[in-house]
């Protein structure tokens, strides 16, 4: 049970955010409480020995980091590394009957002999500089304002300083600047990824989800980088947590928290945990759930219903898949974001597809390899033999195609998707996986559903809702402290310090930071 009756601060859900509000609130003198239901903390961003037998601790749910500031880190002394990826992505492709691909990275003359390679010319090129320079202003300038209070609409875009940009990003949908600044299709469906990773929209979209998104994926730490965790996820969250007991937070995990009750001023947080059923007060309550949880907990309305779309795959390998570009080195290819029937018209038409009802023909997805960076999650033995993770991300599949018959949709999308890569391997990615202790293939295939059963995430959507631009709302002045930070609810004493927090998304302990700082009247 807790140590006290009652705290200055209950936080209620121990992933990632739910610690950096417990640390940062502990550091400030206040007496904290973070109850966790599940055995340990982190959330989705864990590392777990998925196959049995098979000493390899995966980021099994969240897999990379960009928008986790360094100013976040260097407040709670983190010591976890990241590292920067050798190369930003490979793309395979067909073109003449020859199988050829696009990588980028290697250095500047690389990256512009491959597109020149691949296109023809220097065109493409030039305009992903053009863009890419369009991309780094916007990140230069927002992402140091998702640690500030919110600004206004009318704030931000004048911060941002250049109407274009502007325009292309936060008014219209992305697809019109992508069709406008390239003409390959190749190279327009890349530059859109970003812009639907755990979102189910098209390029066209007018309720602009997919420009939120591709916000998102562009500003972290000012550069839009992608970096990988050194120990994987994992080490990332136990060292938030160490750093909430090294402040003096208390978590306490196996503690699932069944109500809360509030009256703007006092709160009393009722719990279900391994020595029973308890009740603790609490001057604030920060919790880090999605808005649809919270609602449970006060007894509310929920907010209209959230969807996942991604198909999130775990793999070990004996060795990496020669690929059929004979000029593409599979340990070059992998290390960035390897992506997969990512064209522009066939990410169109898989949304399509899906949108109507049906599995995409050929799914796409993008697969990247941890240990060719950080080879530090595979045991000594697995090292030695040369195995190798494979994290796979597939998108545009919605819960809504796994509710009929969810085991058969969830394998034969995986079949669907693993035919696609094959597509572009010299020899089948079957062969290349290691076997578990039990002589199983060492692979995993997460759906929303599966999500949704092992994470609590609305509908298995990742972000908890679809992401928002991040300013303020209109009567955000007058909603106080936590309205000015994005983390309000209807009590004041009440907090939201997850994903669904305003500039919440993603693994950034963003939320669980702007939390604490409405709490503190900051």
Not at 284 to 292: D, E, G, I, W
Not at 318 to 330: I, Q, S, V
Not at 434 to 447: H, V
Request: charged share 20%.
């Amino acid at each position: 049970m807790p140590a006290l009756a009652s705290y200055d601060a209950v936080i209620v859900g121990g992933g990632h955010n739910g610690l950096v509000a417990a640390a940062y609130l502990a550091r400030s003198g206040r007496s904290v409480l973070v109850l966790e239901r599940s055995w340990r903390t982190g959330g989705a961003a864990v590392s777990d020995e998925v196959f049995p037998g098979v000493a390899a601790r995966l980021s099994r749910y969240a897999y990379l980091v960009s928008l986790l500031p360094a100013r976040i880190a260097a407040d709670l002394g983190l010591r976890t590394a990241l590292r920067k990826r050798r190369f930003s992505s490979y793309t395979p492709a067909v073109r003449g009957g020859r199988p050829t691909g696009l990588l980028i990275g290697g250095g500047e003359s690389r990256t512009r002999e491959s597109f020149a390679r691949l296109t023809g010319s220097d065109r493409e090129y030039a305009a992903w500089r053009r863009f890419q320079a369009m991309t780094a202003r916007i990140a230069e300038r927002v992402f140091p304002t998702l640690t500030e209070p919110l600004p206004t609409r009318a704030g931000l875009r004048a911060l941002v300083g250049d109407d274009a940009a502007w325009e292309a990003v936060f008014e219209r949908p992305i697809g019109a600047a992508i069709e406008a600044a390239f003409d390959d299709d190749l190279v327009r469906g890349v530059v859109l990824t970003d812009a639907l990773i755990g979102t189910f929209a098209s390029a066209h979209d007018p309720g602009l989800a997919q420009n939120r998104c591709f916000l998102y994926h562009i500003i972290g730490q000012g550069t839009g980088d992608w970096d990988v965790p050194v120990g994987g996820m994992g080490a990332v969250t136990d060292a938030l947590a160490g750093a909430a007991r090294a402040a003096g937070a208390e978590i306490r995990t196996g503690h699932e928290v069944t109500s809360v009750a509030a009256d703007g001023r006092t709160a009393e947080v009722t719990f279900r945990g391994p020595a029973g059923d308890g009740t603790v007060g609490a001057a604030q309550v920060l919790v880090n759930a999605s808005p649809q949880g919270l609602a449970a907990l006060l007894g509310d309305q929920p907010p209209p219903a959230a969807e996942g779309a991604q198909f999130k795959v775990n793999m070990l390998l004996r060795r990496l898949p020669a690929l059929r570009d004979p000029a593409a080195d599979p340990r070059e290819a992998f290390a960035g974001t390897f992506h997969i029937a990512e064209g522009y018209r066939q990410l169109a038409a898989a949304h399509r597809q899906a949108a109507d009802g049906s599995p995409p023909v050929t799914p796409p997805s993008e697969v990247y390899c941890h240990t060719l960076t950080d080879p530090s999650i595979l045991g000594p033995q697995l090292a030695a033999r040369g195995c190798q993770t494979l994290t796979l991300f597939g998108l545009h599949t919605p819960a809504r195609l796994f509710a009929r018959d969810h085991e058969a949709a969830r394998g034969a999308l995986l079949d669907a998707t693993l035919a696609a890569f094959d597509e572009h391997l010299a020899e089948p990615l079957a062969g290349c996986l290691a076997t578990d202790a039990d002589g199983r293939p060492c692979i995993e295939a997460r759906t929303p559903l599966d999500l949704e059963r092992e994470l609590a995430l609305p509908g298995g959507h990742i972000f908890h809702g679809d992401l928002s631009f991040p300013w303020a709302a209109d009567d955000a002045a007058d909603g106080g402290s936590g309205a000015r930070w994005g983390v309000a609810t209807r009590h004041a004493n009440v907090l939201l310090c997850g994903a669904g927090a305003v500039r919440g998304g993603g693994v950034s302990g963003i939320g669980g930071h702007n939390a604490a700082m409405a709490a503190l009247g900051r």
